[in-house]
T-cell receptor
């Protein structure tokens, strides 16, 4: 199983809503990532979890709240988003960047629209 | 800070022909890794090829090969016998050894004409 599964694939939410994005992998990877990708742009790193601990937060606004309940699951909780937060949100995982620079496996993303 | 530059926003190639996508990077580190990722309309980022900086031999994966020029900090991707399924956005990426941060270039949109 070399899949990173993201749900939902599409999400439309209002600015006062609370929603969550989910990412799951069963490859035994211990590093998991959230990226934000605007149209025709490269992915931008938001958060990195390494061994279930938050290791990188790229100065992301607090309306985005990551959570890593276990080594297979990564969530991104959304609250009070702005229309400019509309983007493709990509999850990725890798064995571990710290010692072995292996490839990152990406999910298909969640297309988020904030109205 | 490390940067990755892809100077070709768009490229096109005829089916069965060969195309080369350019990538340059800037780093003062000696331990790093370079990648080419492909993102088709399905949105999923797929690893195409990977190169360790300490390896002099250019990486090859079937129809995909790289020209890694370490002194020039250049990492181009050659696609041979192009197929319609190769049409996608291609991103060059860099990661410093021991780092968790993947740095992407702005991407090159490849069109394959039948």
């Amino acid at each position: 199983d070399t899949e990173v599964t993201q749900t939902p694939k599409h999400l439309v939410m209002g600015m006062t809503n609370k929603k969550s994005l989910k990412c799951e992998q069963h490859m035994g990877h211990r590093a998991m990532y959230w990226y934000k990708q605007k149209a025709k742009k490269p992915p931008e790193l938001m958060f990195v979890y390494s061994y279930e601990k938050l290791s990188i937060n790229e100065s992301v606004p607090s309306r985005f709240s990551p959570e890593c309940p276990n080594s297979s699951l990564l969530n991104l909780h959304l609250h009070a988003l702005q229309p400019e937060d509309s983007a493709l949100y990509l999850c990725a995982s890798s064995l571990s960047w710290a010692r072995v620079n292996t490839e990152a496996f990406f999910g298909q993303g969640t297309r988020l629209t904030v109205v | 800070a490390q940067t990755v530059t892809q100077s070709q926003p768009e490229m096109s190639v005829q089916e069965a022909e060969t195309v080369t996508l350019s990538c340059t990077y800037d780093t003062s580190e000696s331990d790093y890794y370079l990648f080419w990722y492909k993102q088709p309309p399905s949105r999923q980022m797929i690893l195409v090829i990977r190169q360790e900086a300490y390896k002099q031999q250019n990486a090859t994966e079937n129809r995909f090969s790289v020209n890694f020029q370490k002194a020039a900090k250049s990492f181009s991707l050659k696609i041979s016998d192009s197929q319609l399924g190769d049409a996608a956005m291609y991103f060059c990426a860099y990661v410093q050894g021991g780092s968790e941060k993947l740095v992407f270039g702005k991407g090159t949109k490849l069109t394959v004409n039948p």
